[in-house]
């Protein structure tokens, strides 16, 4: 599989969309080629017709695994929309779907909540279910997306699911583990369907890094075989950013309408 991931070419990994607000959102998808890839987004009503409401281009580059995020403004606060994105041989991603926040009084708004997903216990039903039901306007994820150990540590290999195999097969610590084990975890059948579904307001715990992570090292660092912990740091950020549909801001606040404000914190 680990062999799969690089032989792969074109729109990989789905589409996602997150960063909501009453006039905008941020797209994301991954297109693999040899090199800079310019691809067309464009945003459309969500109703039969598909009317075409905002449209642009984003490059897919390796620098940044082939990752590619548009933002988007303009739109309509509290509204439902599609989205898609073209490459140059014509070929398109998945058709996305994304909600505006909403903009003044708000009596009501749902958020399908989600923390602490660790892909070796067991499968992603809480995603699926998340997905089938639907009524709720966001989905918001509290950190540890994922976690960075190896097989048979945590879970251990007799609590580890059959047919739950993590990629690398060792603990990440360099850029190139980071961004496979996103790769891993984003080919998840309900995680996917998760993301095409709904705009998601994400922020980072401790195992988008390492476990106890603080300023300085982390409990699960080690120097002395993983190197300096700064640039372990800064490679799990980069992945994160690359991988996942959030800005490049350390922070960001989300106004929901006049019913309350959520803060993605820099911690």
């Known amino acids: 599989l680990s062999a799969q991931f690089s ?8 589409v996602a969309s997150g960063e909501p607000g009453a ?5 994301w998808t991954r297109y693999a080629a040899g090199q800079d890839t310019p ?7 969500a109703d039969a017709n598909r009317r075409v409401v905002a449209e642009g281009q984003a490059t897919a580059s390796p620098t940044r695994d082939f990752c590619c995020k548009a933002q988007v403004s303009g739109l309509e606060p509290g509204r439902w929309y599609y989205y898609r994105f073209t490459a ?3 070929s398109e991603s998945d058709e996305g779907r994304t909600r505006t926040l909403p903009a003044g009084p708000t ?4 958020m399908a909540v989600f923390s602490c997903s660790n892909m070796g216990f067991g499968w992603f039903n809480a995603y699926a279910h998340a997905a089938a039901d639907g009524d ?5 994820h509290l950190g540890d997306y994922f976690y960075e150990y190896g097989p048979g540590t945590y879970p251990s290999n007799e609590e580890t699911q059959s047919g739950r195999v993590l990629f690398p ?3 990440i610590v360099s850029l190139a583990d980071y961004r496979m084990r996103y790769a891993t975890y984003r080919r998840d059948p309900d995680l996917r369907r998760l993301h095409q579904l709904f705009p998601m307001i994400a922020g980072w715990d401790d195992h988008e890094s390492t476990n106890d992570s603080w300023e300085g090292g982390a409990q699960n660092h080690q120097r002395e075989s993983e190197g300096e912990w700064s640039v372990r740091k800064a490679a799990a950020i980069k992945a994160y950013r690359e991988w996942m549909p959030v800005s490049d801001d350390d922070w960001a606040a989300y106004e929901v309408g006049g019913l309350a404000t959520l803060f993605r914190l820099e911690t």
């Open 88 to 90: 140059p041989d014509g």
């Open 107 to 110: 009596s009501r708004f749902r």
């Open 169 to 171: 097969a060792h603990e």
């Open 39 to 45: 691809l067309r987004w464009r945003v459309m009503e």
């Open 7 to 14: 032989a792969q070419r074109g729109f990989t990994h789905g």
């Open 23 to 27: 006039d905008r959102v941020l797209l």
């Open 136 to 140: 709720f306007d966001c989905a918001l």
